[in-house]
């Protein structure tokens, strides 16, 4: 049991300008480590019983004093699963460290039901974009952000902090249907540890990936399927200036093939982009070989289909106008989904986000998350806003209130979950 801990290390907390305090909060007294049982479940127990804004701040801060990027998970995942133990779950690390490239498998924690309503997951990832180092942390005007240096890695610690305190409000108090905590690694780098996951383990009929941007409330109800396209123009090398004739420019063939392809926006449900050219040894040197890394996404497979076709066709007809050859690879990321309003975990998000009053902002999501994963495997899943913005960037920052407001959110999910019926 964590509780009431100083500001660790290299916090700093700054002097809060008159009139611009943190939210107000009422602190309860004591720290009690369970909370009475019995206040009925499925009913509307009045959240603000539970953790109070400054406990939630408390462990979002230890959790983002813990540096974990892709493959440095170890230490963060020891920090989550001393807590969910400390609450009394059971939690257990799957062996995809293995294959994954992880520090840490994925963990799975299962609050059980007593009985009635809808088994649900909720899913967050405890990998971060890199960072070398604690980052340091300022608290502002009721905002977390770090001194401009290094990501705060909000994503997705914002989140890992309120499942891990839900987590510990449920093994207190059990909800109707059982809800499991899935904490992914590898989330960062292609949704890798998700990838490894025995989905069909997680006891869940939906699942709730708190991992968006955008305002609390938000719904992520369908997302792409990408696809990325290495594209390899091997021509022959030859001296610039005494045999030119005798080389076939991988580069050229390259450019030809970039400057006819069709990128950006698309249409309403597709991108497209070409993100790294590597090729060509010396400026005296007609290059042999040129490399274009491109991507395409889209939520329509068939425009997907149409415009990887695209791309392959002005890669072979630009090779062949210039004699060299190629050779594209072609590979999934992830595979996109679209859920209707009628889905299982839009439901239960939509009925949550109304008894708990955060009005939902239903979006089409452009990017991939662990939900896309789940998806695939047969865990209906969708993504929900948590409030953090700029991620991936060092002005990554979050409002203190987003963390209470998401913990509502997820306490309304669970309600809504155990008064629901498959
Ligand atoms: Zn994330």
Do not use: W
């Amino acid at each position: 049991m964590v509780r009431g801990l100083a500001v660790p290390p290299r916090v700093q907390v700054a002097a809060e300008p008159t009139g611009a305090a943190l939210p107000r909060v009422r602190r309860r007294r004591g720290a009690p480590a369970r909370r009475p049982r019995g206040r009925g479940r499925g009913g509307l127990r009045d959240v603000s019983a539970l953790a109070t804004v400054d406990e939630l701040l408390e462990r979002f801060l230890e959790l983002v004093a813990v540096p974990s990027p892709s493959g440095q998970e170890r230490a963060v995942s020891d920090l989550i699963q001393a807590r969910l133990r400390a609450a009394g779950l059971s939690v257990s690390e799957d062996k995809s460290a293995a294959v994954t490239g992880s520090a840490s498998g994925n963990l799975v924690a299962t609050a059980k039901g007593t009985g009635g309503g809808v088994p649900i997951a909720f899913s967050a990832h405890m990998d971060t974009v890199p960072i070398d180092r604690p980052p340091t942390v300022i608290v502002e005007n009721g905002v977390v952000h770090t001194d401009g240096e290094t990501v705060l890695g909000a994503d997705d610690k914002a989140a890992v902090t309120v499942l891990l305190q839900v987590a510990e409000d449920l093994a207190a108090d059990p909800p109707a249907g059982d809800v499991s905590f899935v904490i992914s690694a590898g989330e960062e780098v292609g949704l890798k540890g998700a990838a490894a996951l025995d989905v069909a383990s997680v006891p869940a009929e939906a699942c709730f990936v708190f991992d968006s941007e955008g305002p609390v409330g938000t719904v992520v109800m369908s997302a792409p399927t990408l696809r990325r396209l290495t594209v390899e123009f091997r021509g022959r090398s030859a001296h610039a200036g005494i045999e030119p004739e005798n080389g076939r420019s991988a580069v050229v063939a390259a450019a030809r093939a970039v400057a006819a392809m069709r990128l950006g926006r698309l249409d309403e449900q597709t991108t497209a982009n070409v993100g790294l050219i590597e090729g060509g040894s010396a400026g005296n040197v007609v290059p042999e070989r040129c490399v274009v890394t491109a991507e395409a996404r889209s939520r329509d497979e068939a425009g997907l289909v149409a415009q990887v076709g695209h791309m392959v066709e002005v890669c072979n007809v630009a090779a062949a106008e210039t004699g060299v050859d190629v050779t594209v690879t072609i590979d999934e990321d992830f595979r996109g989904y679209v859920h209707s309003d009628e889905s299982l975990p839009v439901r239960l998000a939509l009925a949550g986000l109304a008894a708990c009053d955060v009005e939902p902002h239903p979006i089409g999501g452009g990017g991939g998350s662990d939900a896309n994963v789940f998806n695939l495997r047969g865990l209906p899943a969708v993504t929900l806003g948590v409030g953090f913005e700029d991620v991936h960037s060092s002005q990554e920052r979050i409002a203190v209130a987003r963390l209470a407001d998401v913990y509502r959110v997820a306490h309304a999910l669970v309600r809504a979950a155990g008064a629901a019926v498959l």
